[in-house]
């Protein structure tokens, strides 16, 4: 006997499966600093093990998107569930190094397999203006969950909870979401007019492989400090975790408000303000300290806020025939570059410190000093955004013109 299709329940477990990947990201950055101390690990090793959390998300993502018309949303998302209650589990109980790379890497798998259900099954679900306004709100989780990740990690820090009680947090919006999939029938999908192999020809457009490129460096400019922003912000005098509450709280507000400034200034334009600004608030952030910071946050959040769906946007705009895989592909490669810079990030941190050290800085002079140096160094990825996006402005003007 055939279910009838609750899509309102699917949508509220989708929103709670969303949060479960935003606690995951905000939770792991507010205990960086005490998994280093506790378990003697080096910033690097801590970026290897936060890149493990950027490389199983476009994983799962890519063959989810891959396979979502032959196996459906209802068993990627039991594959999402195995994986996110393993992963927290073992993270829980991780005694050493090679333990949590294991467990971050099956909670990367269990949120790529969320992205690459949910999106599809919300746009199977519902129909015309609904369905847009689902997906937008569907999304603004991201950003919103991080928010009250960071606010909780912040309150457990500060009252001295250990870290393994602030993963434990984690489990809730699992278990949540589990209990509210379970039983349920969920919509068919709809098949794709082109095929895989149709879409895959249509990325080999070089305007594709252009904003590939580009997709590395915005994800890496928006995922690379805030997933640091506890070491490196720690002795700067402000809260680590206030600011990435800060910044993704703009974040949402800001994407929530996205469609009438792009309505007024062209995707493109927006990705080159954005780049601006990034550049802006990333240097702003390396050279203040204590309150200032905050108003430096400010800056920085204005130029994330649009990177990662106006990039979409346009894809999907002005290459609608790479399809559905086209943007999880463009998705994945946006994480497969933050992976990569986890460990390079963190390797930064403690040559930064020497370096510190070496000028005669100490305690938590040389720390901050070494957190600015930092910051420094990610200058670099919008200051290459700003020149891209620049020339993909003025030729996409010129063009229109032609």
């Not at 969303?18 to 600093?33: E, H, Y």
């Not at 919103?144 to 870290?163: E, Y």
């Not at 933050?338 to 930064?348: C, D």
Request: some cysteine.
């Amino acid at each position: 006997m055939n279910q009838t299709v609750n899509a309102n329940r699917l949508f509220l477990a989708s929103c709670f499966a969303l949060i479960t990947t935003a606690f995951s990201f905000s939770i792991r950055a507010g205990i960086l600093s005490q998994l280093g101390t506790e378990l003697s690990l080096s910033n690097e090793q801590l970026g290897q093990i936060s890149s493990m959390w950027f490389l199983g998300f476009p994983i799962s993502m890519i063959l989810g998107g891959i396979f979502y018309t032959s196996v459906g949303p209802k068993l990627i998302m039991q594959i999402a569930l195995v994986a996110h209650a393993a992963g927290i589990l073992l993270t829980i109980y991780a005694v050493d190094y090679n333990t949590l790379l294991i467990s971050t890497l099956l909670i990367g798998l269990g949120n790529g397999c969320t992205e690459a259900a949910c999106n599809p099954m919300i746009a199977d679900a519902y129909t015309g203006n609904e369905m847009s306004s689902k997906l937008n709100r569907f999304h603004m989780w991201f950003p919103g969950g991080i928010v009250v990740g960071s606010l909780i990690s912040k309150f457990m820090t500060d009252a001295a909870f250990t870290w393994q009680a602030q993963v434990w947090v984690i489990i809730i919006p699992t278990i949540i979401y589990a209990v509210l999939f379970f039983g349920q029938s969920f919509p068919k999908p709809k098949t794709d007019a082109n095929s895989p192999l149709a879409n895959f020809k249509a990325m080999l457009n070089p305007l594709y492989l252009f904003m590939a490129a580009c997709m590395a460096l915005t994800a890496i400019s928006e995922f690379g400090p805030q997933q640091w922003v506890g070491p490196i912000l720690a002795k700067a005098g402000a809260s680590p975790m206030l600011i990435l509450a800060l910044v993704t709280g703009l974040m949402a507000v800001g994407r929530f408000f996205a469609g009438s400034i792009i309505a007024k200034i062209n995707t493109v334009g927006v990705l080159l303000g954005s780049a601006i600004f990034a550049l802006a608030g990333l240097y702003l952030m390396s050279t203040m300290s204590g309150t200032t910071l905050y108003f430096a946050a400010f800056i920085y959040a204005l130029g994330i806020c649009y990177f990662w769906p106006n990039m979409l946007g346009f894809v999907a705009e002005s290459m609608p025939e790479t399809g559905a895989l086209g943007l999880s592909i463009l998705g994945g490669i946006g994480m497969f570059s933050s992976s990569m810079f986890q460990p390079i990030i963190g390797g930064w941190i403690d040559k930064n410190k020497v370096v510190a050290v070496g000028q005669g800085l100490s305690g938590d002079v040389a720390d901050l000093a070494a957190g600015q140096a930092t910051l420094s160094n990610m200058l670099l990825f919008p200051a290459i955004l700003i020149v891209a996006f620049a020339g993909l402005y003025f030729f996409g003007k010129k063009a229109k013109h032609a």
